[in-house]
């Protein structure tokens, strides 16, 4: 038995790890389209080598959810950062177009892995040691720090691409290596600093994992019928499909569209890192300001908004002409981006129970890869036969018709206060 984990030191815990996942994150996330494209890939191609990872996420992610629950979360969470740095390394060395394929099946494998566990882990340590503790909060503050870490990852890539100080590689390379080493990091500070009494590599593990994997069609069979059994979670899961659309305008089309603006990929590989600092700094005051208006209008009613705004920005960025226009909409698209996510994530833990936690968080994230890698497909060759802002307005019109799913949270949440009222008076 290990020694328990206060609820503070659980915050801290989350706060690190969240830093030390995602700043590697930031180092990449403005060139990885720009490198598959550097290196000869058509937009409709990227399109699939991108849409590969979520079909991935889409087999594993309710079965590796359940895995999660059944070992333990930090046994997962050592393997997908392992498998983290072995799909950069294969990406940053990728130069056709099946090698970039196995990058992102590997990468669609540590998603899947990657996908709650840390979040779970942290609400029930918290939660065993003070049930009062201000968990809506403390995951809002863990999404500011996601922010901060891509925001100060993303100024490190376009600084070392501006540079360029080693000219046996392209500009738009740097950034990979570098990510490569800080994932490594992270794999060693997730074995350092989690502690959790399932959290065991013997013979008893093994069984665990091996029952575990037996246990998957179990697994999807539970998570299909805790969404049919609440159409709250249902309604919140859906909101990934739109969601999702509109992350494939800005994660995926703003850098090709921002090259085609600004002339030429490492150009564009070089304004990305400051404009993805400063996307991801407005991220995390998105998410912490979400974390304040939630108090004043109610979790579910922020997340309407969130999900309608950042929809309509991205709307906007499609219909600019010009690069000044462009950013500007990405900025702003963002910071909605950084609120939406933990008002979601809050809304998602009401629904969840600690046997369930790390499966209804699979089954989100499931959702949201399977929605992102579809409307990749769609959107690729709508784009290369159209154009790069046809796509992208296409993709911000139809996210914002999934606001109207957070109704059926803001009517439970009304509901639960109405019930509190009478009570306190």
Not at 174 to 195: D, H, S
Request: proline share 4%; glycine share 12%; with cysteine.
């Amino acid at each position: 038995m290990t020694e328990r984990t206060t609820a503070a030191a659980a915050r801290r815990i989350l706060l690190v790890l969240t830093f030390t996942r995602w700043f590697p994150v930031g180092l990449t996330v403005g060139v990885s389209t720009l490198l598959a494209v550097e290196r000869g890939m058509s937009l409709a191609e990227v399109g699939v080598i991108f849409a590969v990872q979520g079909f991935v996420v889409l087999g594993l992610e309710l079965p590796t959810g359940g895995f999660a629950d059944a070992l333990g979360r930090r046994p997962v969470l050592i393997a997908a950062a392992a498998l983290a740095l072995v799909a950069g390394l294969v990406y940053v060395t990728a130069h056709t177009f099946t090698a970039f394929v196995v990058a992102l099946v590997i990468m669609g494998v540590f998603r899947a892995l990657d996908s709650g566990p840390l979040e779970a882990w942290y609400v029930d340590t918290a939660q065993a040691d003070d049930p009062q503790v201000n968990v809506e909060l403390n995951l809002a503050s863990a999404g500011t720090v996601l922010g901060v870490s891509i925001a100060i990852g993303a100024l490190v890539s376009g600084a070392l691409i501006a540079w360029h100080p080693v000219h046996t590689m392209t500009a738009l390379e740097l950034p990979y290596w570098t990510a490569l080493g800080l994932y490594a990091v992270n794999m060693v500070m997730i074995a350092v600093l989690m502690r959790e009494d399932r959290s065991h590599l013997n013979s008893t593990g093994l069984g665990r994992a091996l029952t575990s994997a037996r246990e998957a069609p179990r697994v999807v069979l539970d998570g299909l019928r805790t969404l049919a059994a609440s159409t709250v979670l249902r309604s919140l899961v859906l909101v990934e499909v739109f969601w999702s659309v509109a992350m494939i305008a800005f994660e995926i089309f703003m850098p090709v569209r921002l090259s085609e603006l600004a002339g030429g990929e490492a150009h564009a590989g070089a304004l990305m890192g400051p404009i993805s600092a400063v996307a991801w700094g407005l991220f995390a005051l998105g998410s912490a300001g979400a974390g304040l208006l939630s108090k004043r209008i109610g979790v579910g009613w922020t997340a309407l908004l969130a999900r309608l705004l950042n929809g309509a920005f991205v709307v906007g960025m499609g219909l600019a002409t010009g690069p000044v226009g462009l950013v500007v909409a990405f900025l702003l698209t963002y910071t909605l981006h950084g609120s939406g996510g933990p008002v979601h994530g809050a809304l998602l833990h009401r629904q969840a129970a600690a046997r369930n936690r790390t499966t209804v968080l699979s089954m989100n994230s499931m959702v949201g890869g399977a929605s992102f890698s579809i409307g990749l497909l769609a959107l690729g060759p709508l784009a290369e036969h159209t154009s790069t802002a046809v796509g992208i307005v296409v993709a911000g019109a139809f996210s914002i018709v999934g606001a109207a799913l957070y109704l059926p949270a803001i009517r439970q949440e009304r509901a639960c206060a109405g019930e509190v009222e009478p009570a306190a008076s």
